[in-house]
């Protein structure tokens, strides 16, 4: 009851989302059309999946109040182009904030909200502009990299709700994206009453380390080589579950704390880049459409001149005939 109180609020304060911000372009949605801002946006969200041509006609007719409305799925495609992603990621924080805020009206484990984090490599479209975001490697005669990238994400076992979500280079490991996660939740949701899973790829100290740090709580599901020694003292005295301490090295500590520093660097140089490219779009933008007006003001010109001349023929049959009689 009260996820449905909460979702019907945060659409009713949905044009706080209608923002200049969220436009890759200077001149797009700057003029009276159909195909407003407010009605980008929202449309995806009252998507029905049935083909595009359905249902932009369908959201446009309810959201106009007009029947008779017509749109084209090119002119929506090409509208969605100027649409920031970013602004359905800032949606889906806000939502997710405002739930977690009603904790003791949601079911959990024992008090406590369990999450899984896990990633995988999917494919991606192979664009020159989706290459370079994802700074993939050009093709060689040696060499021929795919279009792929690292998706990762943090969810909520008992609810299903995506909490957190990344996709960046394949490079990026799994280990570095649930750091990021955790990074990313820590001021939506309260952490301490939260136990993270991990599978074996996520065997890793830095991950203790950062959750323990956020005063939260963790599993990993260990390799078969992990603390060998505790393992096979267990086996010995025919123990399944034991608690051990672990001692951790000064070393591995500062390590710990010099890659974090190392990442966030790292991070601040990767958002500096992908502001440039996004730059560098908004004038491929502004440049598509100025070669688009300068090409149908040309058609339009070559279009009066066909017109003159044929309007001159006319006058010139209708003199003939008048000399002719």
């Known amino acids: 009851m009260f996820l449905s109180r909460i979702v019907s609020d945060e659409f009713g304060n949905f044009n706080n989302f209608v923002e200049r911000k969220y436009v890759l372009s200077d001149v797009a949605f700057t003029r009276k059309g159909k195909l407003s801002l407010e009605s980008m946006i ?7 999946k049935k083909t595009t041509s359905i ?14 409305v017509r749109i084209t799925k090119q002119a929506v495609s090409e509208k969605r182009q100027f649409i920031d992603p970013q602004v359905y990621i800032d949606m889906n924080g806000s939502l997710i904030s405002k739930i977690y805020a009603h904790k003791d009206e949601m079911t959990t484990f024992k008090g406590f909200n369990v999450y899984a984090i896990d990633g995988s490599i999917v494919e991606i479209p192979n664009t020159k502009l ?3 975001e994802f700074e993939i490697p050009e093709k060689t005669e040696l060499m021929k990299d795919t279009s792929t990238a690292r998706i990762s994400c ?23 994206h649930a750091l990021m996660h955790l990074d990313d939740v820590k001021n939506k949701i309260d952490l301490t009453k939260t136990i993270t899973t991990y ?11 950062k959750t323990m740090l956020l005063d939260s709580y963790f599993i ?6 992990t603390f060998k020694k505790q393992q096979n003292k267990m086996k010995k005295e025919g123990k399944t579950d034991e608690t051990h301490e672990i001692n951790i090295k000064k070393s591995t500590n500062q390590q710990f704390f010099h890659r974090r520093s190392e990442k966030i660097r790292k991070k601040n140089t990767r958002n500096k880049s992908q502001n440039s490219i996004r730059k560098t779009q ?7 459409i100025y070669q688009f007006t300068q090409r149908n003001s040309n058609t339009r010109r070559i279009k009066r001149i066909i017109w003159n001349k044929m309007d001159n023929r006319k006058k010139l049959r209708q003199i003939k005939k008048q000399t002719s009689h």
């Open 130 to 132: 989706t290459r370079e």
């Open 42 to 48: 929202k449309y995806p969200l009252c998507n029905n």
């Open 282 to 288: 908004n004038r491929r933008n502004r440049n598509t």
């Open 55 to 68: 249902e932009i006609n369908r959201f446009l007719r309810n959201e106009l109040n007009d029947r008779g």
């Open 154 to 176: 943090m969810a909520d076992t008992k609810w299903d709700f995506i909490i957190s979500s990344n996709i960046t280079n394949k490079s990026t490991s799994e280990i570095e």
């Open 199 to 209: 599978d074996r790829f996520y065997n890793s100290i830095e991950i203790m380390f």
């Open 220 to 225: 990993i599901r260990g390799k078969t080589h």
